[in-house]
């Protein structure tokens, strides 16, 4: 909804632009896009005036309806709980939506996200057919309904229509649990096909692909898949020891290692979680520049390990962030525990950043916009020909004060709880202002009635 007629242009006193950090910034934005940048330059009239701006990070791995569901998976048994338990659970919350309240919990998501530092999501979407396991009327429904409400909030979308055909590896029978995730090649196609109109409404989204895992997709399937887009490939691996294991009994190799073995994977390419590596893993993921799509609050809320994150930064992997489970939404929080998850393992502080030239926070922040932007097919940060995903830290917050350039970021990440963030421009149109979304009180009220629904 940006205005197509007369550019608009901000001011910001402060920008970290792709080259730093830089002051007394006019951006101007055309049909949503950056189209120039210029710096040392006065505001002018008619211009929106911020102080501290900074891109949108990209959510690169998000399953919208788990939110749903957050914190209704925190009770043990006497042996101790797991992934495999918490994925029962959420095999039956996903048993009873219906796709409104589909829409209405992904809504909630999404503007969470933009409340909290994110511009664009990786819908990694995997809930496609009706309660039966029927195809609905559009075979697409379920991905119309995370459009609607990437729509609604202003988000963007990359669109990662999930394959799921097998309950485990070497082509297992699906269970029934899993009956509304279920397609063969086909079908998988013609969705693809049902899912572009759902998204020619959105000013700029993407469409990829996503095999589940190598338990729910066979080498013969992996290698129908891929011809089906040019677009981004994501797919979970190397969560669970569990899945190491069962990978190797069933082809004597482990799933990364399975993976480059068997598929051509380059910088199209986003592996979540790949928890479990060895060096060698370690090193094709860096050679073949793939995204590692790390999901820190998520991985520990599954007690999935740790990345070896330290040796891979090194190396100089791409990674970015995901919020995946979405059990908390905070672009902040998802930067902080990657950093202290290795600071706990390796007990040293500052463990990720490889010199001192850029703090911390910013090397995390521009890791995780480089990371993702590739893995969701977009242009990264403050650039002309990018898109207008814009952040104002809030000036006036306590944690920022007295602070300048990288330790705005670091003071953000490690140091302001909620509330450091002050607006947000998706694609050029404000979405948050003062810290709530311009719809909250809309958004919050149809999910309460959807999980009232759902679970009431
Ligand atoms: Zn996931």
Same mark, same amino acid.
């Given at each position: 909804?940006?205005?197509?007629?007369?550019?608009?242009?901000f001011?910001?006193?402060?920008?970290?632009?792709?080259?730093?950090?830089?002051?007394? +910034?006019?951006?101007?934005?055309?049909?949503?896009?950056?189209?120039?940048?210029?710096?040392g330059?006065?505001?002018?009239?008619?211009?929106?005036?911020?102080?501290?701006?900074?891109?949108?990070?990209?959510?690169?791995?998000?399953?919208?309806?788990?939110?749903?569901?957050?914190?209704?998976?925190?009770?043990?048994?006497?042996?101790?709980d797991?992934?495999?338990?918490?994925?029962?659970?959420?095999?039956?919350?996903?048993?009873?939506?219906?796709?409104?309240?589909?829409?209405?919990?992904?809504?909630?998501?999404?503007?969470?996200?933009?409340?909290?530092?994110?511009?664009?999501?990786?819908?990694?979407?995997?809930?496609h057919?009706?309660?039966?396991?029927?195809?609905?009327a559009?075979?697409?429904?379920?991905?119309?309904?995370?459009?609607?409400?990437?729509?609604q909030?202003?988000?963007?979308?990359?669109?990662?229509?999930?394959?799921?055909?097998?309950a485990?590896?070497?082509?297992?029978?699906?269970?029934?649990?899993?009956?509304?995730?279920?397609h063969?090649?086909?079908?998988?196609?013609?969705?693809?096909?049902?899912?572009?109109?759902?998204?020619?409404?959105?000013?700029?989204?993407?469409?990829?692909?996503?095999?589940?895992?190598?338990?729910?997709?066979t080498?013969e399937?992996?290698?129908?898949?891929?011809?089906?887009?040019?677009?981004? +490939?994501?797919?979970?691996?190397?969560?669970?020891v569990?899945?190491?294991?069962a990978?190797?009994?069933?082809?004597?190799?482990?799933?990364?290692?399975w993976?480059?073995?068997?598929?051509?994977?380059?910088?199209?390419?986003?592996? +979540?979680?790949?928890?479990?590596?060895?060096?060698?893993?370690?090193?094709?993921?860096?050679?073949?520049?793939?995204?590692?799509?790390?999901c820190?609050?998520?991985?520990?809320?599954?007690?999935?390990?740790?990345?070896?994150?330290?040796?891979?930064?090194?190396?100089?992997?791409?990674f970015?962030?995901?919020?995946?489970?979405?059990?908390?939404?905070?672009?902040?929080?998802?930067?902080?525990?990657?950093?202290?998850?290795?600071?706990?393992?390796?007990?040293?502080?500052?463990?990720?950043?490889?010199?001192?030239?850029?703090?911390?926070?910013?090397?995390?922040?521009?890791?995780?916009?480089?990371?993702?932007?590739q893995?969701?097919?977009?242009?990264?940060?403050?650039?002309?020909?990018?898109?207008?995903?814009?952040?104002?830290?809030?000036?006036?917050?306590?944690?920022?004060?007295?602070?300048?350039?990288?330790?705005?970021?670091?003071?953000? +990440?490690?140091?302001?709880?909620?509330?450091?963030?002050?607006?947000?421009?998706?694609?050029?149109?404000?979405c948050?202002?003062e810290?709530?979304?311009?719809?909250?009180?809309?958004?919050?009220?149809?999910?309460?009635a959807?999980?009232?629904?759902?679970?009431?």
């Amino acid at each position: 909804m940006s205005d197509s007629r007369s550019p608009l242009c901000f001011h910001a006193a402060h920008a970290l632009l792709a080259d730093g950090w830089a002051r007394d +910034v006019r951006l101007q934005v055309q049909d949503g896009r950056i189209t120039a940048i210029h710096t040392g330059q006065g505001a002018q009239h008619g211009d929106t005036r911020v102080g501290i701006l900074v891109p949108g990070l990209p959510n690169l791995h998000s399953h919208a309806f788990q939110r749903g569901m957050a914190g209704l998976t925190e009770i043990g048994g006497g042996d101790g709980d797991s992934f495999w338990s918490w994925r029962e659970l959420m095999y039956r919350f996903l048993a009873h939506l219906r796709p409104d309240a589909v829409q209405a919990i992904a809504a909630q998501a999404y503007m969470e996200m933009l409340e909290n530092g994110f511009t664009r999501v990786g819908e990694f979407h995997y809930l496609h057919h009706d309660a039966d396991g029927h195809a609905y009327a559009n075979r697409a429904e379920m991905s119309t309904r995370i459009a609607a409400a990437a729509d609604q909030t202003g988000i963007g979308l990359t669109l990662l229509p999930v394959f799921y055909a097998h309950a485990d590896f070497g082509g297992a029978p699906p269970n029934p649990a899993q009956r509304r995730l279920i397609h063969d090649v086909d079908g998988f196609a013609q969705l693809l096909d049902a899912a572009k109109p759902a998204l020619t409404a959105l000013p700029d989204a993407v469409l990829g692909i996503a095999p589940h895992s190598l338990r729910a997709v066979t080498g013969e399937e992996l290698s129908a898949l891929l011809p089906l887009t040019d677009g981004p +490939v994501h797919i979970h691996i190397a969560e669970q020891v569990r899945e190491v294991d069962a990978c190797l009994a069933w082809s004597g190799q482990r799933p990364v290692q399975w993976l480059y073995n068997h598929a051509p994977v380059d910088a199209r390419w986003c592996l +979540v979680h790949a928890t479990h590596i060895t060096d060698d893993e370690r090193a094709a993921m860096v050679a073949s520049q793939a995204v590692a799509g790390l999901c820190p609050i998520t991985e520990a809320n599954l007690g999935d390990g740790l990345f070896p994150m330290r040796a891979f930064a090194r190396e100089g992997g791409r990674f970015g962030v995901g919020s995946d489970s979405n059990v908390l939404i905070d672009a902040a929080e998802e930067l902080r525990l990657l950093e202290y998850g290795q600071r706990l393992t390796l007990r040293g502080r500052n463990v990720l950043a490889p010199d001192a030239t850029r703090s911390t926070g910013r090397f995390l922040f521009e890791g995780a916009l480089q990371g993702g932007a590739q893995a969701l097919g977009v242009a990264a940060g403050l650039q002309v020909g990018a898109s207008a995903d814009l952040v104002e830290l809030d000036a006036a917050h306590p944690a920022l004060q007295a602070r300048r350039d990288d330790a705005w970021l670091d003071s953000w +990440v490690f140091a302001a709880r909620n509330g450091a963030l002050r607006s947000v421009w998706r694609h050029g149109r404000q979405c948050v202002a003062e810290g709530r979304h311009l719809q909250r009180e809309a958004i919050t009220t149809a999910f309460a009635a959807a999980l009232k629904g759902v679970l009431g």
